[in-house]
C-alpha cells in the first residue's frame, strides 16, 4: 500500500482534531484560518482530519495563529507530528483490525496508563497460553493463522512494561476475572503466577476488587486510560459491545474518576498478592 493511501493513524486524527479545537477556540473559520495562514483551506482542512502530514514548525505557527498560550500543550502537540509512527505494529495493517494497530500506538506512546477489567485479565499481563485459549473461544471461530497473528500482536504490545522505558501501570481487576479459568487448570495457574511477578515490578501497580465490594462504576466495562505529555492530550479506550477510543474533555474527566473510585474498591497491592495467591492454590 503507497505511503499516501495509508489511513491517519490516531494521533494524526487527534493532532488534527486539537488544531480544530484550537481553531473554534479562536472563534476562526476553516476559511479565516487559511487566509491568515497564506495557505489553502483544503490544506487547513485536511491537516485537521489528520490525512495531511504537517510540521513541528507548521504546529506552532497554527497555535500562534489561533492565539494558544500553552506552551506545554504546543510542545506536546510538535512530538505528534511527522506522520505516522513506523511502529512494529504497522506489520500488521493488512491482517489485523485498524483498532488493534490504534491500541499499540496508544501504549507506545503514553507516559503511563491506568486499566480497569471485571471479566479479562488486562492483554499487557496475559501469558501467551492464555491470550490463545481467550482467541480459540472467539465466535465465529478463527482460523488457526488468524489466532496466531493476534496472540503474537497482543505479547508484543507487552513491550512497553518490559522493554527499555518500561511505563507506570496501575491495573484494577475483579477477582472474577481471576477465577473465570481460560484454556484449562494449568494455563489459569500459569496466568496468576505471571500476575504475582508483574505484580512485583516497581512500576506495576495491580490491584483486585474481591467479591463482596458490592457495585462499582463502569458496568464491567474494560477501561484504558493512557496519560499523554499534557492531560489534554490523554484518551481513553472503553470496551463494551464494541471498542471506542475517546479524547473529549469530559469524558477523560469522567473516567479519571470512574479509575480513581475503582482503585478506591481495591484491596491494596499485597492484600490482592494475597487474593491471587488464594485463588491460585485453589485451582
Known sequence: ?????????????????????????????????????????????????????VSADRVRALARLYGCADDALIEALTHMTGGRTRGWWEEYREILPAGALDLAELEHHAQSMRIASAIHIPGLLQTLEHARALFRDVVPPLSPPEVEHLVSHRIKRQ???????????????????????????NVAREQLEHLLTASEQPHVDLKVI??????????????????????????????????????TEPQLVKYRAVMDRLEESALKADASRDLIRSVARSI
Request: net charge neutral.
Open 1 to 53: 500500500m503507497p505511503p499516501s493511501k495509508i489511513p491517519p493513524s490516531i494521533r494524526q486524527r487527534r493532532l488534527g482534531a486539537e488544531l480544530r479545537r484550537l481553531r473554534e477556540q479562536a472563534g476562526l473559520s476553516v476559511t479565516r484560518a487559511g487566509e491568515l495562514h497564506g495557505t489553502q483551506q483544503s490544506r487547513i482542512s485536511n491537516i485537521e482530519s489528520g490525512g495531511y502530514p
Open 210 to 247: 474481591p467479591f463482596g465490594t458490592g457495585s462499582y462504576p463502569s458496568s464491567g466495562a474494560g477501561i484504558v486510560y493512557f496519560s499523554a505529555e499534557v492531560e489534554r492530550l490523554d484518551s481513553v479506550q472503553v470496551d463494551g459491545d464494541r471498542s471506542e477510543f475517546i479524547d
Open 159 to 185: 513491550a512497553v512494561l518490559y522493554g527499555e522505558r518500561p511505563i507506570p501501570l496501575a491495573a484494577v481487576v475483579h477477582e472474577a476475572a481471576l477465577r473465570v479459568g481460560f484454556g484449562g487448570p
